[in-house]
Every structure is written in structure tokens, then in C-alpha cells.
């Protein structure tokens, strides 16, 4: 995978803001954003681990209408030569124009298979599986949950934190399956805590990042919290005072924002910088794990 020449270890940059200044706070920016133009952020740590295990076969995997999993595990099939299938959620998209991303994932080569919403929630569920294999003809496929958060993508997101180590004291970050942070909490040295920002409203992903701990490492690993409040109502939701928050920050620092997952976390950070949620003198990374589709 080095051939496809990731920038590794992503790089950290300092930003000036005086929202966290002005409580002593230092903002780090890991940009695993410049990992790769068309792996990004997290997408590479995930993936690529996976890419080899799957050594050539046929990768599929799950996403709704615009997920940036699809769209990286596609890129990766391009640029590897790996068919790819991705099994998308809402079997009424099937006779409709494809939106930008899924049109972006079928030009990369990906075969699209849209299955109903009752099938998708039960994918995990091994008849639902085989089920699904068969209708997609792909039975022999390599497959990789939603999101891509398994073992091999828990153990590679590890190695977010190695780079942080000594470099930060909190480091933020948001979160979708938990998978990235309970990767990088592992990889974090022992005095150094992971803030994670649920971008879904539901309150199970605690649980749900530590079974993922104990199956990628055998137990629970590093000092790692969530803070529930900054999901803006759920998935893909942007409401226009985030959407106004993003725009103001890419005018101050000049760096692109992803609405969906890095906007909500930094707003948090802002937020909790103003609660005094940090000490004066805190080096505060927060991860900026993908890019805007687009942009
Ligand atoms: C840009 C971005 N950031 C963060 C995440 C969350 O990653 P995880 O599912 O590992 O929590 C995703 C997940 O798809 C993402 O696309």
C-alpha cells in the first residue's frame, strides 16, 4: 500500500484562535485530512488494513446514499484493482439517477446493490448476510461492516495515536461507529485522555467502542469519554448555526470543513473550551478525520 504514498505520520498544525486562547488552551490540528487525497482521514487507517487482509478478492461493504465509506472503499478498488460492491440502504434509490456520491463510488467501479431498509438493519445477522451475498452476487466476497469498524480497522486506527503520543494531552475527535477512537485511545500514551463527539443521537456508542476494544485488543484501553450534546439532532443533520460556525472557521484558518462529523466535534471543542471543560496550558489535538466531498 506505501506505493499509493500516504502522508504518514499525518501532520500537526498549530492554529491561532483565540476561543481556546483565551482559556490557555493550545489547538493542535492532526490533519489525517492530507493522509491521502482519495483515502482520507480515517478512511486510510481503516482500510487499508483490510485491503490487504482481503488480498485481491472482491470487496463489499454497506453505506447509506452519501457515505464516505463507500466512496473511499470504491477509490481504493480503482486505485488497487480490487472489484469493489457496495450494498446501499433504501432499495427506492434503485431506479432513481444516482446522487453525486454513489455516481462518484460507480465511476471508481463499484457495482451498486440497493437493498430495502428491513434487510440493511438485519445485515449483521448471518442469514441476512448470506442473503444479501447471494442477491448481490457476491458470495465470495471480503466483507466489511458499515462504516468499516472492525478488528483490523480498530488495531490500524491505533496508530493515530502512536503519532500522538507526547504531542497533545486531549486529543477530540468525532465519532460515527466509535471505531477511530477506540483505535486511537489504544495507541494514546497512559497519561493522555481521548474525547470522542458522537455525531448520532442515541447514547449506545460507549458500549459499543468498548466491545470493540475488548475484540481488537482483548480489554477495555486508554482513558477515553464521550460527550453526548453535540450531535445537532442526529445523522446528517447540519443545522444553519453549525453550517454558519464551519464557515467562519474555514475563513479564519483556511482549512475545508466536513459538516458531518469534523464540524459537530470542533463546535463541541469550542463549546467546552468555553465551559472551562480544559485546563489552562492543555495542548488540545483535535483529529481532523476526512475532508468535504467536493471540496
Ligand atoms: C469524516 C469522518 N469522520 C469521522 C468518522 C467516524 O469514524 P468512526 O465510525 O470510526 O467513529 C467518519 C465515519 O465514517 C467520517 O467519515
Redesign the pocket.
Known amino acids: 500500500m506505501t506505493d499509493l504514498r500516504p502522508r504518514l505520520p499525518s501532520p500537526l498544525q498549530e492554529v491561532a484562535d483565540d476561543r481556546f486562547e483565551r482559556h490557555g488552551v493550545r489547538l493542535l490540528l492532526k490533519r489525517d485530512d492530507l493522509i491521502h487525497p482519495e483515502l482520507i482521514?480515517?478512511?486510510w487507517r481503516?482500510l487499508v488494513p483490510n485491503l490487504e487482509r482481503a488480498a485481491g478478492r472482491t470487496l463489499l461493504t454497506f453505506g447509506g446514499a452519501y457515505?464516505?465509506?463507500l466512496r473511499a472503499t470504491a477509490a481504493a478498488g480503482r486505485l488497487l484493482g480490487l472489484p469493489t460492491v457496495g450494498v446501499v440502504r433504501g432499495d427506492e434509490l434503485a431506479g432513481r439517477p444516482l446522487n453525486p456520491s454513489l455516481a462518484r463510488c460507480a465511476a471508481d467501479g463499484m457495482r451498486l446493490h440497493f437493498t430495502d431498509r428491513a434487510a440493511y438493519r438485519r445485515k449483521a445477522e448471518p442469514e441476512t448476510l448470506a442473503a444479501l451475498l447471494r442477491a448481490a452476487g457476491a458470495e465470495d466476497a471480503y466483507v466489511v461492516p458499515e462504516?468499516?469498524?472492525n478488528t483490523l480497522a480498530v488495531r490500524g486506527?491505533r496508530a493515530l495515536g502512536e503519532e500522538l503520543r507526547g504531542r497533545a494531552d486531549v486529543v477530540a475527535?468525532?465519532?460515527?461507529?466509535?471505531?477511530?477512537?477506540a483505535g486511537l485511545a489504544a495507541g494514546l500514551a497512559p497519561q493522555q485522555r481521548a474525547l470522542g463527539i458522537p455525531?448520532l443521537k442515541g447514547g449506545f456508542l460507549g458500549e459499543e467502542i468498548q466491545a470493540l476494544q475488548q475484540r481488537a485488543f482483548g480489554a477495555r484501553r486508554g482513558d477515553w469519554r464521550l460527550d453526548e450534546r453535540f450531535h445537532f439532532g442526529g445523522y446528517a443533520r447540519v443545522p444553519a448555526e453549525l453550517d454558519a460556525f464551519a464557515d467562519d472557521f474555514e475563513r479564519r484558518h483556511g482549512i475545508p470543513l466536513?459538516r458531518?462529523?469534523?464540524a459537530k466535534s470542533l463546535y463541541a471543542l469550542v463549546t467546552l473550551a468555553e465551559e472551562g471543560a480544559f485546563a489552562p496550558g492543555t495542548r488540545l489535538a483535535a483529529v481532523v478525520?476526512?475532508a468535504p466531498f467536493g471540496g
Open positions: 482521514g480515517n478512511k481503516k457515505s464516505n465509506h462504516g468499516g469498524s486506527c475527535l468525532a465519532c460515527g461507529t466509535g471505531g477511530t477512537l455525531v466536513e458531518l462529523y469534523v478525520t476526512g
